[in-house]
Protein backbone atom coordinates (compact mmCIF):
# COMPACT_ATOMS: atom_id res chain seq x y z
CA UNK A 1 0.00 0.00 0.00
CA UNK A 2 0.90 3.30 -0.40
CA UNK A 3 2.26 5.45 2.51
CA UNK A 4 3.54 8.52 3.20
CA UNK A 5 6.24 9.12 6.21
CA UNK A 6 7.15 11.76 8.19
CA UNK A 7 9.82 11.43 10.21
CA UNK A 8 9.81 14.84 12.44
CA UNK A 9 6.59 14.37 14.81
CA UNK A 10 7.39 17.53 17.03
CA UNK A 11 9.94 20.05 16.40
CA UNK A 12 10.89 23.03 18.65
CA UNK A 13 13.03 25.78 17.18
CA UNK A 14 13.52 29.53 18.11
CA UNK A 15 12.85 32.29 15.47
CA UNK A 16 14.93 33.12 13.04
CA UNK A 17 16.34 29.10 13.33
CA UNK A 18 16.46 27.47 9.70
CA UNK A 19 13.84 24.46 9.59
CA UNK A 20 13.77 21.30 7.30
CA UNK A 21 10.93 18.67 7.68
CA UNK A 22 11.09 15.36 6.24
CA UNK A 23 9.02 13.47 3.86
CA UNK A 24 9.57 10.04 2.38
CA UNK A 25 6.63 8.51 -0.06
CA UNK A 26 6.54 4.54 -0.47
CA UNK A 27 5.64 4.88 -4.32
CA UNK A 28 7.70 4.39 -7.36
CA UNK A 29 5.78 6.03 -10.08
CA UNK A 30 4.60 9.18 -11.17
CA UNK A 31 3.64 11.58 -8.30
CA UNK A 32 2.15 14.30 -7.46
CA UNK A 33 3.14 16.21 -3.84
CA UNK A 34 1.69 18.43 -1.71
CA UNK A 35 2.91 20.43 1.82
CA UNK A 36 -0.13 21.04 3.64
CA UNK A 37 -0.58 23.28 6.94
CA UNK A 38 -2.75 23.77 9.66
CA UNK A 39 -2.27 26.79 11.90
CA UNK A 40 -4.13 26.65 15.31
CA UNK A 41 -7.44 26.44 15.43
CA UNK A 42 -7.94 27.12 11.09
CA UNK A 43 -8.44 24.67 8.59
CA UNK A 44 -6.19 22.19 6.53
CA UNK A 45 -4.23 25.02 3.60
CA UNK A 46 -2.46 24.07 0.84
CA UNK A 47 1.49 25.40 1.50
CA UNK A 48 2.96 23.98 -1.85
CA UNK A 49 2.71 21.50 -4.40
CA UNK A 50 4.77 19.72 -6.88
CA UNK A 51 3.58 18.23 -10.43
CA UNK A 52 6.30 18.22 -12.62
CA UNK A 53 9.54 20.23 -14.11
CA UNK A 54 11.14 22.09 -11.60
CA UNK A 55 11.79 20.01 -8.41
CA UNK A 56 12.28 23.01 -6.61
CA UNK A 57 8.83 24.17 -5.94
CA UNK A 58 8.21 27.57 -4.18
CA UNK A 59 5.55 27.88 -1.44
CA UNK A 60 4.03 31.08 0.80
CA UNK A 61 5.21 32.70 3.29
CA UNK A 62 8.58 31.41 1.94
CA UNK A 63 8.74 27.90 1.93
CA UNK A 64 10.03 25.65 -0.59
CA UNK A 65 10.31 21.91 -1.02
CA UNK A 66 12.77 19.83 -3.59
CA UNK A 67 11.38 16.30 -5.01
CA UNK A 68 14.45 14.13 -5.39
CA UNK A 69 13.13 11.28 -7.24
CA UNK A 70 15.82 8.60 -6.37
CA UNK A 71 15.27 9.46 -2.41
CA UNK A 72 11.51 9.44 -2.80
CA UNK A 73 11.32 12.59 -0.82
CA UNK A 74 9.87 15.86 -1.11
CA UNK A 75 10.92 17.64 1.77
CA UNK A 76 10.10 21.15 3.12
CA UNK A 77 12.19 24.07 4.14
CA UNK A 78 12.46 27.61 5.39
CA UNK A 79 15.46 29.79 5.92
CA UNK A 80 14.60 31.55 8.88
CA UNK A 81 11.34 30.56 10.66
CA UNK A 82 8.67 33.00 12.39
CA UNK A 83 6.78 32.60 15.65
CA UNK A 84 3.50 32.60 13.30
CA UNK A 85 5.23 29.57 11.54
CA UNK A 86 4.32 27.71 14.41
CA UNK A 87 1.28 24.47 13.01
CA UNK A 88 1.04 21.14 12.22
CA UNK A 89 2.75 20.39 8.65
CA UNK A 90 1.71 17.53 6.49
CA UNK A 91 2.88 15.90 3.68
CA UNK A 92 0.36 14.34 0.82
CA UNK A 93 0.73 12.51 -2.36
CA UNK A 94 -1.47 11.61 -5.12
CA UNK A 95 -1.02 10.03 -8.13
CA UNK A 96 -1.68 12.15 -11.43
CA UNK A 97 -4.94 10.70 -12.75
CA UNK A 98 -6.53 9.93 -9.50
CA UNK A 99 -8.34 11.68 -6.68
CA UNK A 100 -7.45 9.80 -3.77
CA UNK A 101 -4.69 11.64 -1.60
CA UNK A 102 -2.07 9.71 1.05
CA UNK A 103 -1.47 12.04 4.04
CA UNK A 104 1.37 11.99 6.41
CA UNK A 105 1.41 11.70 10.01
CA UNK A 106 2.28 15.40 10.38
CA UNK A 107 4.82 17.38 11.93
CA UNK A 108 3.95 20.09 14.96
CA UNK A 109 6.17 22.75 14.94
CA UNK A 110 6.63 25.39 17.16
CA UNK A 111 8.52 27.95 17.28
CA UNK A 112 9.80 30.43 20.13
CA UNK A 113 9.79 33.73 20.42
CA UNK B 1 -19.44 32.15 2.56
CA UNK B 2 -16.54 31.64 0.26
CA UNK B 3 -14.99 28.47 2.27
CA UNK B 4 -16.20 25.05 3.17
CA UNK B 5 -18.43 24.72 5.94
CA UNK B 6 -18.77 22.18 8.52
CA UNK B 7 -21.47 21.72 11.03
CA UNK B 8 -21.47 21.32 14.49
CA UNK B 9 -17.89 22.07 14.90
CA UNK B 10 -18.27 20.00 18.40
CA UNK B 11 -20.11 17.11 18.75
CA UNK B 12 -20.57 14.51 22.60
CA UNK B 13 -22.73 11.80 21.84
CA UNK B 14 -23.15 8.31 24.14
CA UNK B 15 -21.91 5.29 22.71
CA UNK B 16 -24.79 3.46 20.74
CA UNK B 17 -26.01 6.52 19.45
CA UNK B 18 -26.37 7.85 15.95
CA UNK B 19 -24.76 10.84 14.67
CA UNK B 20 -25.05 13.08 11.65
CA UNK B 21 -22.10 15.47 10.29
CA UNK B 22 -22.70 17.69 7.84
CA UNK B 23 -20.28 20.07 4.47
CA UNK B 24 -21.38 22.07 2.94
CA UNK B 25 -18.66 22.69 -0.38
CA UNK B 26 -17.45 25.69 -2.26
CA UNK B 27 -20.39 26.84 -4.66
CA UNK B 28 -19.16 25.01 -7.82
CA UNK B 29 -17.19 22.33 -6.34
CA UNK B 30 -18.19 18.92 -7.83
CA UNK B 31 -15.82 16.77 -5.96
CA UNK B 32 -16.45 16.29 -1.79
CA UNK B 33 -13.90 13.98 0.08
CA UNK B 34 -14.34 13.16 3.33
CA UNK B 35 -11.39 12.34 5.87
CA UNK B 36 -10.99 10.98 9.40
CA UNK B 37 -7.98 12.44 11.63
CA UNK B 38 -7.76 10.75 15.36
CA UNK B 39 -5.07 12.23 17.32
CA UNK B 40 -1.70 12.21 16.50
CA UNK B 41 -2.49 10.59 13.08
CA UNK B 42 -2.30 12.52 9.54
CA UNK B 43 -6.08 12.80 7.58
CA UNK B 44 -7.51 9.15 6.96
CA UNK B 45 -9.42 8.78 3.39
CA UNK B 46 -13.38 7.54 4.08
CA UNK B 47 -15.11 8.39 0.72
CA UNK B 48 -14.99 10.18 -2.15
CA UNK B 49 -18.11 12.52 -3.93
CA UNK B 50 -18.24 12.78 -7.46
CA UNK B 51 -20.95 15.15 -7.95
CA UNK B 52 -24.17 13.03 -6.54
CA UNK B 53 -22.68 9.52 -6.76
CA UNK B 54 -20.25 7.92 -3.90
CA UNK B 55 -16.95 7.08 -6.40
CA UNK B 56 -15.23 5.37 -3.60
CA UNK B 57 -16.00 4.63 -0.67
CA UNK B 58 -13.36 1.68 0.36
CA UNK B 59 -12.47 4.24 3.38
CA UNK B 60 -15.25 3.53 5.36
CA UNK B 61 -14.45 1.48 8.05
CA UNK B 62 -17.24 -0.57 8.54
CA UNK B 63 -20.99 -0.71 7.35
CA UNK B 64 -21.78 1.48 10.28
CA UNK B 65 -20.91 4.55 8.24
CA UNK B 66 -22.75 5.71 5.48
CA UNK B 67 -22.43 9.57 3.43
CA UNK B 68 -25.23 10.79 1.29
CA UNK B 69 -24.80 14.05 -0.82
CA UNK B 70 -27.68 13.98 -2.92
CA UNK B 71 -28.28 17.02 -5.07
CA UNK B 72 -24.66 17.05 -5.46
CA UNK B 73 -23.63 19.81 -3.26
CA UNK B 74 -24.28 19.56 0.50
CA UNK B 75 -22.90 16.51 1.47
CA UNK B 76 -24.01 14.21 5.13
CA UNK B 77 -21.80 11.46 7.03
CA UNK B 78 -23.95 9.02 9.18
CA UNK B 79 -22.30 6.95 12.05
CA UNK B 80 -24.85 4.65 13.63
CA UNK B 81 -24.47 3.11 17.23
CA UNK B 82 -21.47 5.64 17.43
CA UNK B 83 -18.21 3.43 19.12
CA UNK B 84 -15.54 5.30 21.33
CA UNK B 85 -13.09 4.58 19.22
CA UNK B 86 -15.19 6.87 16.46
CA UNK B 87 -13.99 9.63 18.65
CA UNK B 88 -11.51 11.92 16.21
CA UNK B 89 -12.22 15.10 13.49
CA UNK B 90 -14.23 14.61 10.58
CA UNK B 91 -12.98 16.75 7.72
CA UNK B 92 -14.74 17.49 4.60
CA UNK B 93 -12.97 18.73 1.41
CA UNK B 94 -14.17 20.17 -1.93
CA UNK B 95 -12.11 20.45 -5.14
CA UNK B 96 -13.39 21.95 -8.12
CA UNK B 97 -13.10 19.05 -10.31
CA UNK B 98 -12.92 14.61 -10.32
CA UNK B 99 -9.28 15.51 -10.50
CA UNK B 100 -8.97 18.07 -8.30
CA UNK B 101 -8.40 20.28 -11.44
CA UNK B 102 -5.14 22.06 -12.48
CA UNK B 103 -4.65 23.49 -9.03
CA UNK B 104 -4.62 19.96 -7.80
CA UNK B 105 -5.60 21.44 -4.29
CA UNK B 106 -8.37 20.39 -1.95
CA UNK B 107 -10.13 23.15 0.31
CA UNK B 108 -10.63 21.82 3.74
CA UNK B 109 -13.24 22.90 6.33
CA UNK B 110 -12.46 23.50 9.71
CA UNK B 111 -13.85 19.98 10.78
CA UNK B 112 -16.41 17.87 13.04
CA UNK B 113 -14.89 16.86 16.55
CA UNK B 114 -16.92 13.91 17.50
CA UNK B 115 -16.32 12.38 20.92
CA UNK B 116 -18.41 9.15 21.71
CA UNK B 117 -18.34 8.31 25.64
Known amino acids: AQSVSQHNHHVILSEAASLELGCNYS??????LFWYVQYPGQHLQLLLK??????LVKGIKGFEAEFIKSKFSFNLRKPSVQWSDTAEYFC???????????FGTGTRLKVLA | GAGVSQTPSNKVTEKGKYVELRCDPI?????LYWYRQSLGQGPEFLIY????????DSGLPNDRFFAVRPEGSVSTLKIQRTERGDSAVYLC???????????????FGEGSRLTVL
Open chain 2, 93 to 107: ASSLSRLAGDTGELF
Open chain 1, 27 to 32: YGGTVN
Open chain 1, 50 to 55: YFSGDP
Open chain 1, 92 to 102: AVKHPGTYKYI
Open chain 2, 27 to 31: SGHTA
Open chain 2, 49 to 56: FQGTGAAD
